[in-house]
């Protein structure tokens, strides 16, 4: 038995066994070309700002000329306050690339970075007994 002979294909070569109408874009969960990523992130030199994923990003302005796609994505969407979180899900990149690219926008003060609203752990006690009194006049 003899072992099935392979061809190598290169970037933008269509593979010889699949139907001119299959689709090619990456699905979901699937891989990216890494220097992509490489690419939108930039030379980073280490240096990140502090920020997780419930940290809220507001746009200060409007994009720049010089900014990149990405960066203008990230302007308009953060025209209201969105989490990086959502930052990371609307514009489809890795946590990681979106930190550099906010640390870049946040230097050049395009954007704020907030802390997230925290809640009160405990209710104010006069607010749950004006709701009992209230459900008692029911």
Known sequence: MTPPQRQRRFPGQEPAAASPSADTSPKEGELRNPERLFVIGGEADGER?????????????????????????????????????????????????VTVLLTDLLAAELVQARAPIVRQKV?????????????QKL
């Open 49 to 97: 700002a502090d920020i997780d994923l419930v940290t809220l990003i507001v746009a200060c302005a409007d994009p720049p000329v010089s900014a990149t796609p990405e960066q203008a994505a990230v302007l308009r969407l953060c025209s209201a306050p969105l989490s990086v979180a959502e930052l990371s899900a609307y514009l489809s990149l890795p946590f990681s690339v």
């Open 123 to 135: 209710a104010d006690r006069s607010l749950l007994e004006a709701v009992m009194h209230g459900l």
